[in-house]
């Protein structure tokens, strides 16, 4: 089946600084990447969406300076926390869904990031 | 228009026992309507999914019940397991169509009990 490989799953980092987070589709081609980030005992809450060789479509009420997203290729995408502070430590999780319409949603395991 | 309500928050059920876990959706272009389970620091695992054309759809001990005349959708879990113990999500989005996303109801902590 589908695999989506997200990569750190673990990171933390100084306040100030930046984090890359990547996500990739290990066996299928990802036309389109979806970026969550999920709060303790909260549901998975939508941020932005790619697609490949576009510029990503962010959600309401995210800050698309703050939360750089890159979707190079096609098994490819990343997110950059910029200058990271305390408030933005989460859990943060991609999707990615193939090109054939009739697939549905791979999701990658997640990357706990804890900004101190 | 894109919420996904989910209910009960949380669901004690005992070893051998059903657990039901209902959603609501609104946006009549949803044509795609998934279950999740998470556990504590893990992404979401699909169990089971299904598409309006079908009422029921079972997998195992998972069943979908699907109603869209309510826009409403069920998870049946039979002979509920204390290893079925999670955080389940349901989740609504269009596999067809302009609406290229899944929004997430608010999640439903299931805990069974030996």
């Known amino acids: 089946g589908a695999v989506v490989s997200q990569h750190p799953s673990r990171v933390i980092c100084k306040s100030g600084t930046s984090v890359k987070i990547e996500c990739r589709s290990l066996?299928?081609?990802?036309?389109?990447m979806f970026w969550y980030r999920q709060f303790p005992k909260q549901s998975l809450m939508l941020m932005a969406t790619s697609n490949e060789g576009s510029k990503a479509t962010y959600e309401q009420g995210v800050e698309k300076d703050k939360f750089l997203i890159n979707h190079a290729s096609l098994t490819l995408s990343t997110l950059t926390v910029t200058s990271a502070h305390p408030e933005d430590s989460s859990f943060y999780i991609c999707?990615?869904?193939?090109?054939?319409?009739?697939?549905?949603?791979?999701f990658g395991s997640g990357t706990r990031l804890t900004v101190v | 228009q894109q919420q996904v309500k989910q209910s009960p928050q949380s669901l004690i059920v005992q070893k051998g026992g059903i657990s039901i876990i209902n959603c609501a959706y609104e946006?009549?272009?949803?044509?795609?309507f998934p279950w999740y389970q998470q556990f504590p620091g893990k992404g979401p695992a699909l169990l089971i999914a299904?598409?309006?054309?079908?009422s029921e759809k079972k997998e195992g001990r998972f069943t979908i019940s699907f109603n869209k005349s309510a826009k409403q959708f069920s998870l049946h879990i039979m002979d509920s397991q204390p290893g079925d113990s999670a955080t389940y999500f349901c989740?609504?989005?269009?596999?067809?169509?302009?609406?290229?996303?899944?929004?997430f109801g608010a999640g439903t902590r299931l805990a069974v009990h030996p």
């Open positions: 299904i598409r309006p054309d079908v």
């Open positions: 989740a609504a989005g269009a596999l067809s169509g302009g609406y290229n996303k899944l929004i």
């Open positions: 999707s990615a869904r193939e090109w054939i319409a009739s697939y549905g949603y791979t």
């Open positions: 066996d299928f081609q990802a036309t389109t």
């Open positions: 946006n009549t272009a949803f044509d795609y």
